[in-house]
């Protein structure tokens, strides 16, 4: 398996712009995960999905951001207007739950900058 | 609402010294888990623990979960260059929240 792939992987835009995230989860997994990584704030969850489900959305920022998975193989992170403070390394990971078990594998990242 | 501290921000220790990173939650977790990112890389998971008092041990790393599975440790004893990165622990609580800690920022003298 490639693992969780993450497009693009850099994003330069303007303030103000659309900006559209994109992951697709390992094959199999049942939950998936959108973080946002920053110097000051760390690693914040933003929501996750189980079965293409939101359960916790409570991280998402504001209402600048969305977060949808139409299947169990897609799932977009879109800000819309941007803005400079939303500059950070956005990650998507995914996981399979057995039992209480559920490691969270990481995708490489998308590094996002807003001018 | 549920915070998970985790201490220290930094450390620099020497190659061949001890390492220890702890997290502390407002709440009982139901599990916790440990991850670490390489400068530049993202998270790689390493462990989860789930019962109380829990002690697992990955060769030279130790992991433990506190009694009453409010808190949690990261040991590495005689850290090598490889060990550099920040180390995260991930709380999850019963009610199906997750919450990373702040990260330990391990750098190391050669």
């Known amino acids: 398996d490639a693992g969780v792939i993450q497009s693009p992987r850099h994003e330069v835009t303007e303030m103000g712009q659309e900006v559209t995230l994109r992951c697709k989860p390992i094959?199999?997994?049942?939950?998936l995960f959108w973080y946002r990584q920053t110097m000051m704030r760390g690693l914040e969850l933003l929501i996750y999905f189980n079965n293409n489900v939101p359960i916790d959305d409570s991280g998402m920022p504001e209402d600048r951001f969305s977060a949808k998975m139409p299947n169990a193989s897609f799932s977009t992170l879109k800000i819309q207007p941007s803005e400079p403070r939303d500059s950070a390394v956005y990650f998507c990971?995914?996981?399979?739950?057995?039992?209480?078990?559920?490691?969270?594998?990481f995708g490489p990242g998308t590094r996002l900058t807003v001018l | 609402g549920q915070q998970v501290m985790q201490i220290p921000q930094y450390q620099h220790v020497q190659e061949g010294e001890d390492f220890t990173t702890y997290c502390n939650s407002s709440t009982t977790l139901s599990n916790i888990q440990w991850y670490k990112q390489r400068p530049g890389g993202h998270p790689v998971f390493l462990i989860q623990l789930v019962k109380s008092g829990e002690v697992k041990k990955q060769k030279r790393l130790t992991f433990q979960f506190g009694e009453a599975k409010k808190n949690s440790s990261l040991h590495i004893t005689a850290t090598q260059t490889t060990d550099v990165g920040t180390y995260f622990c991930?709380?999850?609580?019963?009610?199906?929240?997750?919450?990373f800690g702040s990260g330990t920022r391990l750098s190391i003298r050669p």
């Open positions: 991930a709380g999850y609580s019963s009610a199906s929240k997750i919450i």
């Open positions: 094959s199999g997994h049942d939950y």
């Open positions: 990971a995914s996981s399979l739950r057995r039992n209480s078990y559920n490691e969270q594998f």
